[in-house]
């Protein structure tokens, strides 16, 4: 499956500072806010001088549906004809692709420690929230795209290096 989303790693990767945070933001887990709260961007290599970068990680079958009915929304296009194309295996994108593969991307710039921190932890780092009250229409999360997220769960609240969590779940997608 992993084959299927290489195109999504090969975009520009971007961490931001806010006040003393240094964050990984992520689509569908504040990213909008997040880039327009920053005071400081960084972007690619640049990534590599950060000495360490927290990471919001949403709860994934939350982060799927808000996916799914945000790229339909974009696209202005049918959520039903859309699931199809996603159960089948034709249709992935970085808004409900698994936060494990935004990882992946970071890793290509970055081999430092980072901390896993829930979702609700962004009102700690902004008070901005851009797309707060959005209205989503329920899909039923597919499991291979929040299954290595689930497991990403179970590494929040901890400090480790971002190898050792790329190590340890690149199975799951398999």
Known sequence: MLTHWNNLLNTDCTVVDI?????????????????????RTYINEQISNCEHIDILIRDPRDRFVSGINEYCRQNKLDIEGIMKLVEKGMLVDRHFAPQYLWLLHL???????????PFDYISKITQLHLRAGETH??????????????NLMNDLHKTVSLEDIIRKHKNVLS
């Open 19 to 39: 006040g003393h945070h240094t964050v990984y933001p992520m689509f569908r887990v504040g990213y909008t806010s997040l880039l327009a709260d920053a005071d």
């Open 107 to 117: 890793y290509k710039f970055y081999k430092g420690s980072v901390t896993l921190k």
């Open 137 to 150: 229409r329920h899909v039923e999360p597919i499991d291979q795209f929040v299954n290595v997220d689930l």
